[in-house]
């Protein structure tokens, strides 16, 4: 499968944006989707993920502002942001795989077999 993400752009604190990932080939349904992010001169980290039923994990970070859905029809993974920070600032990936552990486990990025190009995100004034 072949991911293509997109939807970022700058946004002023406190405002709202919402990234996809969009994937081609088929059963996209049946893979777990996550994203990342990473910040210049930090590591990848976890944001959100969502399983091939609709089961989400989210990061502390994130709760209560960021939100992940996915259209069947459409093979796409979206990723709603409110309440951006300027700490959310990064580059955005979205990964998926097939079969997947736990929740917990999912939040590594090296459980993720296919990975996008990523997608800027800045949160400033």
């Known amino acids: 499968v072949q991911l293509q993400a997109s939807g970022g752009g700058l946004v002023q604190p406190g405002g709202s944006l919402r990234v996809s990932c969009a994937a081609s080939?088929?059963?996209?349904?049946?893979?777990?989707v996550g994203w990342f992010r990473q910040a210049p001169g930090k590591e990848r980290e976890f944001v959100i993920s969502i399983s091939s039923v609709g089961s989400t994990y989210y990061a502390d970070s994130v709760k209560g502002r960021f939100t992940i859905s996915r259209d069947y029809v459409k093979n796409t993974v979206y990723l709603q942001m409110n309440g951006l920070k300027p700490e959310d600032t990064a580059v955005y990936y979205c990964a998926a795989r097939t079969s997947h552990g736990s929740m917990v486990t999912m939040t590594r990025p090296t459980s993720y077999d296919y990975w996008g190009q990523g997608t800027q995100v800045t949160v400033s004034s």
């Open positions: 080939g088929r059963a996209f349904s049946s893979y777990f």
